[in-house]
């Protein structure tokens, strides 16, 4: 038995989690009793004090946060039907390989330009470097086009 | 004069000072659901858009105890992903002979632990990076000198005294709330609190 009250049911009082009777006895105490009403006046100071600072509150974007973790090549979502991406494919492949090609045959044109009649020009090749480019896209083309459309 | 106990429900967002004491973050009803059953299975099978379902349920309590532990709104996202890292890829493991929030909760305490253990605590004010809406917005240098000041104290505290503090003052959770977190009785939760708020008030004092 104690003549003050104790910090655990001050504390509860501050919380709101007394019954009417034993917050109004609490209070009646703290209305007579200078030492326990100092006590009870710091420890609203301290909660007071942490409500203020603010929560720390989740957000979606978290969530999207841990899944890139969980597995982050996954995560990549190219979601395309197979017509398009065979497209996609074969316009990157045309565009890559015609490059070479036509870079391959110019640097040799011009390596081999006093050769003339013996090495065709770079005009003259560019069909050439077509037709390569036509074989390259049948075939490597679907196999590239079907890696992409799984990639989802 | 004894002056006796009689708890009673929580009551209706009463205030303290002009602060409501029943401010509450949202908070899930913990109570496995079949939807959420049915979540987890489907996560243990590795479908991640379960289990994102379960880190958006989850998400909220996790965050609250790890800023409880590391008073660093930084820290506490980064380690409440690793929390959740954790549970996926030990998601296999989990049998179902307790609640998944049971389970979810025992690796947050068991990871703050860890990380606390690691790493000094430095509070920072969660204001500081989260500026949407709290009271704290609008404190002026002073309350902010003060707030940071207890949360220093706060820092000094054990670590199941620190959480049930901060879960309780800073995050806005019942009493009910900490002690599932802490899996400890309503009781210790109380008196955790009131020792707590004690020691801070005290050193606060110096």
Known sequence: ?152 | MEISLALQEAESVPTLDGVPTGRRLEQPSRATTPAEQLAVERAQQGDERAFAELVDRYGQPILSICYASTLDPAEAEDLAQEVFLAAWRGLRGFRGESAFSTWLFALARNRCVDRVRRASVRPRLAVEDHSEGHAAEDADASTRRTALAILAAAASLSLPLRQALLLRDVQGLGYEEIAELQEVPIGTVRSRIAAARAAVAEKADR
């Open chain 1, 1 to 152: 038995m104690s003549d003050h009250v104790t910090d655990e049911q001050l504390s509860l009082l501050i919380d709101g989690e007394l019954s009417l009777t034993a917050r109004a006895a609490i209070t009646s105490h703290l209305n007579t009793c200078p030492s326990c009403a100092e006590r009870h006046d710091a420890l609203v100071g301290v909660a007071v004090s942490l409500r203020l600072t603010g929560p720390a509150r989740w957000r979606p974007a978290f969530t999207a946060g841990v899944l890139e973790r969980l597995a982050p090549r996954r995560r990549i979502d190219v979601a395309l039907p197979i017509s398009a991406s065979f497209a996609i494919a074969a316009v990157a492949l045309a565009a890559f390989h015609l490059t070479v090609v036509t870079a391959g045959l110019a640097f040799a044109g011009s390596m081999f330009e006093g050769l003339g009649q013996f090495v065709p020009s770079v005009v003259s090749a560019r069909p050439a470097g077509t037709l390569a480019s036509l074989v390259t896209i049948a075939l490597f083309g679907p196999l590239l086009s079907l890696r992409l459309a799984r990639w989802r």
